[in-house]
């Protein structure tokens, strides 16, 4: 199994012609990520998207893509009214704006929590439709966001056993800030996360707490039920993915980001956790896989 660190661009400014990335990049490459993540939305079409691919061809670095399928980046109210149709429209736009970067992946932040639960479902079927049309189907992952139609657990288990194909971003500190309690510990929470874990091909290894989206210091002793229930489940997808395809690859990106997640004052900053965390859990997922697969 082939393990791939993304580095998620969150909090740091791209600069003029995405001069500043241009130079932060092969630190990143140095420090052992192979590609980023990249919120589509915050790059002009005509000049910061083929800026950015070049870059990236420049270093061998592939590209994942972050798109919202409405209510861009959360500016303002969010819009009110929109239906399945609506989302699936601007998600069609948004695979379309991204060709040009030649995506190894897409994460979306896809749907709405107020929904019904057929109106996700007819959304997320829609989507696997488009993604047949045109060429991407296997390479997008909706992820487990609040605000979204994956907000909780039950919502998604629910979505995925009447849209089985669907593939999802484990970005699971979202739902443990939002339950208040550890995903694995009690009876019902194991067997939903035991249905939910086989259709993750993305993960956010963002560690988060019981009260918070995210952990300041995930190595800090009084995180440490936090820490091991999240590489309990974590190490779970990696043993469904092997047992699909002990060829596969799967990416992980360890998505810290600025303030408001950043807990001001702070020892270290969200980068510094995101670096670390990630040369952490690359050489433990590395390890795993490799005995698990004989490799």
């Avoid at 966001?145 to 089985?164: C, G």
Wanted: glycine share 8%; net charge negative.
């Amino acid at each position: 199994m082939r393990i791939d660190r993304f580095r998620t661009v969150w909090g740091i400014e791209p600069g003029a012609n995405l001069d500043n990335w241009a130079k932060w990049f092969p630190e990143l490459k140095v420090l052992g990520y192979s590609g980023v993540e990249v919120n589509i939305h915050a790059l002009d079409s005509k000049r910061e998207i083929p800026r950015l691919r070049q870059i990236c061809d420049g270093l061998d670095f592939d590209i994942s893509v972050l798109g919202h399928s409405s209510w861009v980046d959360y500016v303002g109210p969010r819009p009110v009214g929109l239906k399945a149709s609506d989302h699936l429209k601007n998600y069609r736009d948004v695979l379309l704006l991204a060709e040009p970067l030649r995506p190894v992946s897409f994460n979306f932040q896809s749907g709405e929590d107020a929904w019904e639960i057929e109106e996700s479902i007819k959304f997320y079927r829609g989507t696997l439709e488009v993604d047949t049309e045109l060429g991407v189907s296997g390479r997008v992952y909706h992820e487990t966001h609040r605000n979204r139609s994956m907000f909780t657990p039950y919502a998604a288990q629910q979505i995925l056993k009447a849209v089985p194909q669907l593939r999802i971003t484990a970005d699971f500190s979202h739902w443990m800030v939002g339950l208040e309690r550890l995903l694995d510990i009690g009876e019902g929470d194991r067997a939903m996360m035991e249905y939910i874990i086989p259709h993750v091909y993305h993960i956010h290894t963002r560690i988060g707490t019981t009260q918070a989206s995210q952990c300041p210091d995930p190595m800090n002793p009084i995180f440490e039920q936090e820490r091991l229930c999240f590489e309990r489940l974590w190490t779970k997808v990696l043993q469904c993915r092997i047992e699909e395809n002990p060829d596969s690859k799967i990416i992980f990106v360890p998505e810290y980001g600025p303030f408001p997640y950043h807990p001001i004052g702070s020892a270290k900053s969200h980068g510094q956790v995101a670096d670390e965390e990630g040369k952490r859990l690359h050489g433990a997922f590395t390890q795993f896989a490799a005995s698990h697969t004989g490799v």
